[in-house]
Nanobody, 128 residues
Framework: QSQLVESGGGLVQPGGSLRLSCTASGFTLSYYKVAWFRRAPGKEREGVSC????????NYADAVRGRFTISRDNAKNTFYLQMNNLQPEDTAIYYC?????????????????????WGQGIQVTVSS
């Protein structure tokens, strides 16, 4: 069964850090562009970050640029979201996604999200 599975979420105090991981099984992640999205309570899903197959050309939402870093380790079939200086407004369910089609392009990931694979989501709560 081909799937993405997130890990690393949890509860953190404002100013703290978390690293989310997303591991693919059943397919080779190195062929896929990958991204993180989130859905905060009462809000629509939004794109957080995206990165190409080689790890170059990362894209970020304005709200997280400078605080979050996306990366990937193709040898481990895994990609990551390092989240620093977390704030209460970062509280959300975070989803990882992957797509290898021409339809999906990182510069436009917020408006044209991936369609091939999505994780089940993981809760991140920032609270004192």
């Amino acid at each position: 069964q081909s799937q993405l599975v997130e890990s690393g979420g949890g509860l953190v105090q404002p100013g703290g850090s978390l690293r989310l991981s997303c591991t693919a099984s059943g397919f080779t992640l190195s062929y896929y562009k990958v991204a993180w999205f989130r859905r905060a309570p009462g809000k629509e899903r939004e794109g957080v970050s995206c990165i190409g197959t080689t790890g170059d050309n990362a894209n970020y939402a304005d709200a997280v640029r400078g605080r979050f870093t996306i990366s990937r380790d193709n040898a481990k079939n895994t990609f990551y979201l390092q989240m620093n200086n977390l704030q209460p407004e970062d509280t959300a369910i975070y989803y990882c996604a992957a797509d290898r089609t021409l339809y999906f392009s990182c510069p436009y990931f917020k408006d044209y999200p991936p369609t091939e694979y999505w994780g089940q989501g993981i809760q991140v709560t920032v609270s004192s």
